[in-house]
């Protein structure tokens, strides 16, 4: 059964705010929440991850304030983002969770677990970079380099590279994409876009304000060999400033490693959420 597919979005409402969310997977235990990349919304989780990760936990994915089919404004920092989401978890009751965060998600993991560090177990952050990595400094212009070509295209250029074989992967990962047919997510918004494109852009040209060096939880650092979006090299970085990490690094691939190996991503994440 697909449990990603069919799970059904739910709204709560959060100091009048409607949040959008999907809850499925195994119950009992500390569910996995995930925290989604630049534009991405409830739809842009890849199935066999969301499916393979349910199959032993209960997971959560949700659009944050702005994004999606949540209401309100999408805020322009990673900071105010962070603390949309913790209000989020709050409201559900979860007093303990394990994170997934890709990419814009990974920035929010490293600040949730210096806001709220005992709210978290453990943390999987994918294609992400510590605060003032010098490669977001180009980030609105490879973006608007994307935006010139055709969604399939776009698509592709931001999540993997130009080999045939990684872009073969890419296309297989933008189908499974299409899988859910009803219920689907509004697209993001044009206001959301400029505005989590100013949080991005901030994260790595602001003076640092979080030290990751005091996030003592088990994180594993995913990332592809190639990530024009992020530099692959920040990655490494984040994981020598992490005292408690896991670094795996994916061949061929870019900024959506995952997306190119889901299988992997999901043998390493259930192995590291159970046994790490």
Same mark, same amino acid.
């Given at each position: 059964?697909?449990?990603?597919?069919?799970?059904p979005?739910?709204?709560?409402?959060?100091?009048?705010?409607?949040f959008?969310?999907?809850?499925?997977?195994?119950?009992?235990?500390?569910?996995?929440?995930?925290?989604?990349?630049?534009?991405?919304?409830?739809?842009?989780?890849?199935?066999?991850?969301?499916?393979?990760?349910?199959?032993?936990?209960?997971?959560?994915v949700?659009?944050?304030?702005?994004?999606?089919?949540?209401?309100?404004?999408?805020?322009?920092?990673?900071?105010?983002?962070?603390?949309?989401?913790?209000?989020?978890?709050e409201? /559900?009751?979860?007093t $303990?969770?394990? !994170?997934?965060?890709?990419?814009?998600g990974?920035?929010? +993991?490293?600040?949730? =677990?210096? *806001?709220r560090?005992?709210?978290?177990?453990?943390?999987?952050?994918?294609?992400?970079?510590?605060?003032?990595?010098?490669?977001?400094?180009?980030?609105?212009?490879?973006?608007?380099?994307?935006?010139?070509?055709?969604?399939?295209?776009?698509?592709?250029?931001?999540?993997?590279?130009?080999t045939?074989?990684?872009?073969?992967?890419?296309?297989?990962? /933008?189908?499974?994409? $299409?899988?859910? !047919?009803?219920?689907?997510d509004?697209?993001?918004?044009? +206001?959301?876009?400029? =505005?989590q *494109?100013?949080?991005?852009?901030?994260?790595?040209t602001?003076?640092?304000?979080?030290?990751?060096?005091?996030?003592?939880?088990?994180?594993?650092v995913?990332?592809g060999?190639n990530?024009?979006?992020?530099?692959?090299?920040?990655?490494?970085?984040?994981?020598?400033?992490?005292?408690?990490?896991?670094?795996?690094?994916?061949?061929?691939?870019?900024?959506?490693?995952?997306? $190119?190996y889901?299988?992997?991503?999901?043998?390493?994440?259930?192995?590291?959420?159970?046994?790490?």
């Amino acid at each position: 059964m697909d449990l990603f597919v069919s799970a059904p979005t739910q709204y709560i409402e959060v100091d009048g705010v409607s949040f959008a969310y999907r809850r499925f997977g195994k119950l009992g235990g500390v569910p996995v929440v995930g925290f989604q990349h630049f534009t991405g919304t409830l739809d842009n989780w890849d199935p066999i991850i969301m499916n393979g990760l349910a199959k032993q936990r209960e997971v959560i994915v949700f659009d944050n304030k702005g994004v999606g089919n949540s209401g309100g404004v999408t805020p322009d920092s990673v900071y105010a983002m962070t603390q949309d989401a913790i209000r989020f978890i709050e409201q /559900l009751g979860i007093t $303990q969770m394990d !994170v997934l965060g890709f990419s814009l998600g990974g920035f929010i +993991a490293q600040q949730l =677990a210096v *806001l709220r560090p005992a709210l978290i177990r453990k943390i999987m952050i994918v294609g992400a970079a510590p605060q003032g990595a010098k490669a977001l400094h180009s980030f609105p212009d490879l973006i608007q380099r994307a935006m010139q070509l055709a969604p399939a295209e776009r698509f592709l250029f931001i999540f993997f590279t130009p080999t045939e074989a990684s872009r073969e992967k890419g296309r297989a990962a /933008l189908a499974r994409l $299409q899988w859910r !047919v009803e219920d689907r997510d509004k697209a993001t918004s044009d +206001a959301a876009v400029m =505005a989590q *494109l100013k949080a991005i852009t901030a994260w790595g040209t602001d003076a640092v304000s979080i030290d990751v060096t005091r996030i003592k939880h088990p994180v594993l650092v995913v990332q592809g060999s190639n990530d024009d979006m992020m530099d692959s090299s920040s990655s490494y970085t984040l994981f020598q400033q992490l005292p408690n990490a896991l670094l795996s690094c994916y061949p061929d691939a870019a900024h959506g490693s995952f997306f $190119q190996y889901p299988h992997l991503f999901v043998h390493e994440a259930l192995y590291f959420l159970d046994h790490y």
